[in-house]
């Protein structure tokens, strides 16, 4: 929207702050999807 210009700054950290634990999630859940894989 019109604010996009004045949040540009405050989106990238909070993208930043999101970056790690969404990683950190994605890696957790994958390694449960390898284990379940490898029980069948």
Do not use: C, T, Y
Request: a negative charge; aromatic letters at 4%; hydrophobic letters at 40%.
């Amino acid at each position: 929207g019109r604010e996009e210009s004045l949040s540009a700054n405050e989106d990238e950290e909070e993208r930043l702050v999101w970056l790690l634990p969404l990683k950190f999630l994605a890696s957790h859940i994958a390694m449960e999807q390898l284990s379940k894989l490898g029980k069948k």
